[in-house]
Nanobody, 117 residues
């Protein structure tokens, strides 16, 4: 089992920045990928960005490329999402996700990000 605890999020004006963190504990050695998803009201949950735990290979959803950066710490137990140039359409609940080598998904509790003037 893997437990995830998210922090960060909040409310910012358009063009602002926020940083999300997600710390993992438990059977971390089983984790293959680490990432972030988001779900806006009335919409399906969508992938934002992922990073492989071992080699740090990243992938981004097209609308966040060049604005968001996903990274992990040296211990490979915490994943971050640096969000710059935020837009109102980035408003959503953001969920940390970690997936094991056997395709088991673990989810954080979710954190609200609101971008509004």
């Amino acid at each position: 089992q893997v437990q995830l605890v998210e922090s960060g999020g909040g409310s910012v004006q358009p063009g602002g920045s926020l940083r999300l963190s997600c710390a993992a504990s438990g059977s971390i050695f089983t984790i293959n990928s680490m990432g972030w998803y988001r779900q806006a009201p009335g919409k399906q949950r969508e992938l934002v960005a992922t990073v492989t735990r071992e080699f740090g290979v990243t992938k981004y959803e097209d609308s966040v490329k060049g604005r968001f950066t996903i990274s992990r710490d040296n211990a490979k137990t915490t994943v971050y999402l640096q969000m710059n140039s935020l837009k109102p359409e980035d408003t959503a609940v953001y969920y940390c996700n970690m997936q094991s080598f056997s395709a088991i998904d673990y989810w954080g509790q979710g954190t609200q990000v609101t971008v509004s003037s």
